[in-house]
């Protein structure tokens, strides 16, 4: 199937890229780093994957890929400004209205985030956050209306990526996480990326669900100093 993938040069995306490569999929990747996977000999079958540098929340940057099957909006940042709403929010819905809403899509997914569910992180991260999963539902309405295709959420706790390194490595944030998460682990890239090809390849009926993938974090607010 032709695969479109935000987010997609590190982290959970790249992962994901990974996995529908292996699995024999076309890939395209999005983001505004250049291409990591392609140039990466250790990758299987890289040469089905195409990579466009562009911004997610500048629509007139989005290129045009016409036939996707399958869409993974996973592209995100985490700034504690107003800048979380314009690329978590409002650039995943230029992306879903501009790819998602066509008679081949089969599926599409979100890459949202437990603090959607809990309240925990930053004011602006939770806003966009949350409004990524309310956002899924009504996509998931419209395209099962139209296209009866799939359309989720998929809401991680902690995830092992770079960009988590700081967190993970400070002892004292790293123990209040752990003590509000019952499972005393964050899931690794492979792990999300797994979750991201069942909800899409694979699932085929549940929709319209923001699913918690996040080891049993509780709604514990007060234990967390941003």
């Not at 295709?149 to 092992?160: I, K, L, P």
Request: hydrophobic share 40%; glycine share 8%; charged share 20%.
């Amino acid at each position: 199937m032709k695969v479109l993938v935000t987010g997609s040069s590190r982290g959970i995306g790249r992962q994901v890229c990974i996995k529908f490569l292996e699995q024999g999929h076309d890939v395209f990747g999005i983001d505004v780093l250049a291409d990591t996977i392609s140039t990466d000999e250790t990758v299987l079958k890289r040469n089905n994957y195409a990579h466009y540098v562009a911004d997610i929340s500048i629509k007139d940057s989005l290129p045009d890929i016409p036939g996707v099957q399958i869409l993974i909006n996973n592209a995100g940042i985490q700034t504690a400004t107003e800048k979380d709403i314009s690329v978590n929010l409002l650039g995943t819905m230029a992306v879903t209205e501009k790819y998602a809403f066509q008679p081949c899509i089969k599926s599409v997914l979100f890459n949202s985030s437990v603090s959607s569910l809990t309240g925990n992180e930053f004011p602006s991260y939770v806003a966009s956050k949350s409004g990524v999963t309310g956002y899924m539902k009504n996509c998931a309405i419209r395209l099962a209306n139209e296209f009866k295709a799939t359309c989720n959420a998929v809401c991680f706790g902690g995830v092992e990526t770079e960009l988590n390194a700081p967190v993970m490595n400070d002892p004292v944030l790293w123990k209040k996480i752990m003590d509000v998460t019952p499972l005393k682990r964050w899931a690794t890239v492979s792990e999300a990326a797994e979750w991201c090809y069942f909800m899409t390849a694979v699932n085929a009926f549940c929709t319209g669900q923001a699913i918690d993938i996040s080891g049993g974090e509780r709604n514990c607010a007060d234990l967390f100093v941003w």
